[in-house]
Structure formats: C-alpha cells, structure tokens
C-alpha cells in the first residue's frame, strides 16, 4: 500500500517536471520562431515610444554614435566631433528629459560629462583619449537603458 503510494508520487512529480521542461523549451523555440529580427532590433531600446518625432530622436544617437565610430577609426578629429557635439545638445535638449526623477537626471548627467571630454579629446586630437571615452559614452547609453528598462519592468507596464 505504501509502495504504491510512494510510486505513484515519484510518477506524479516526474510527470510534473518533463512537463514543465516541455513547456520551457516550447516556449523558448516558440519564442525564437515568433520574434523576427525587426522585433529584436526593437528590444534593444528600453521602450518603442509611441511617439514618432521622439523615436527619430532618440535613434538620433545612433547616427552620432556610427559618425563618432567612423572618425575614431579614421583619425578623422572633424567627424567625432560633430558626432560629440551632437550628443552633447541632444542630452541638453528638451525632448531628452522624458522623464524626470533623480536617476534618470544622474544618468543624463553622467552621460553628458561623457561626451564632453569625448569632444574635448578629439578637440586635442587625442585619438587614443578620445577611443576610451567613447567606450565610456557608449557605456553611459547602456547603463541608462538599463536603468530605463528596470523602471519599466517594476511598474509592471512594457
Ligand atoms: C539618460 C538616459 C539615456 C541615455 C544616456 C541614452 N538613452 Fe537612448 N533612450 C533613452 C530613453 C528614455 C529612450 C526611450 C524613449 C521612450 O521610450 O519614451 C531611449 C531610446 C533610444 C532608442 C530607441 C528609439 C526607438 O527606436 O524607439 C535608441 C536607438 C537609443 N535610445 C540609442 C541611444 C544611444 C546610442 C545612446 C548613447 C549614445 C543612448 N541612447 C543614450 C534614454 C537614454
């Protein structure tokens, strides 16, 4: 009576855990197969923002961020720092402060700095300098969206 007892739990809990590892790996496939490349390129940014005028914004730095690249990789001081300056003004720019508690200003803050001495390295075509504050900058974006991103997820909204 025991025995069978005992037996028929080992099969329940058995049955309970190969079906919840079929459920994650079908849902890990699933996931793979219904997430098309444009929807990952989406995921990267910490939310798509309904509005269109501050998406364009927003990927705005982007574009900095290639020229900046670009002139790194070129020793060409003119690009890094039109792509600096730009992302200097954009981070003082109004449309910038999308949200405004402490963190987001300190995050802003930091990247700001960033960015200056980014300029201000190229501005002394201090190629080396400039590379690692650049890495520094690049850093900033992915700390902030982070940040973005962990807000999002405790408010329970995506
Ligand atoms: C201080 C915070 C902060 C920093 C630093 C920051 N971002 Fe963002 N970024 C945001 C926020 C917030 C959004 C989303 C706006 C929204 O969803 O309302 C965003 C959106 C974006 C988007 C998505 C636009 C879209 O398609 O929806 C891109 C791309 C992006 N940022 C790139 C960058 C790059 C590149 C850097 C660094 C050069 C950077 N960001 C630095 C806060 C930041």
Excluded at 38 to 64: C, G, I, Y
Excluded at 125 to 132: C, M
Aim: glycine share 6%; hydrophobic share 40%.
């Amino acid at each position: 009576m025991w025995k069978t007892r005992r037996v028929v739990m080992t099969l329940g809990m058995l049955g309970i855990v190969t079906a919840v590892s079929i459920w994650e790996v079908g849902s890990a496939t699933s996931q793979d197969k219904t997430s098309p490349p444009k929807a990952d390129s989406k995921k990267k940014a910490p939310e798509a923002p309904q509005n269109v005028e501050l998406t364009n914004f927003m990927r705005k730095k982007l574009e900095a961020s290639a020229e900046i690249l670009e002139g790194l990789t070129a020793e060409d001081s003119k690009l890094i720092i039109k792509g600096a300056r730009a992302l200097v003004e954009m981070s003082n720019a109004e449309k910038w402060k999308v949200r405004n508690d402490v963190m987001y200003r300190q995050f802003s803050g930091e990247f700001q700095r960033s960015a200056q001495s980014l300029l201000e390295a190229a501005e002394k075509e201090n190629y080396d300098a400039a590379a690692l504050k650049w890495i520094d900058t690049t850093m900033k974006c992915l700390e902030c969206h982070k940040f973005v991103r962990g807000m999002r997820l405790a408010r329970g909204n995506s």
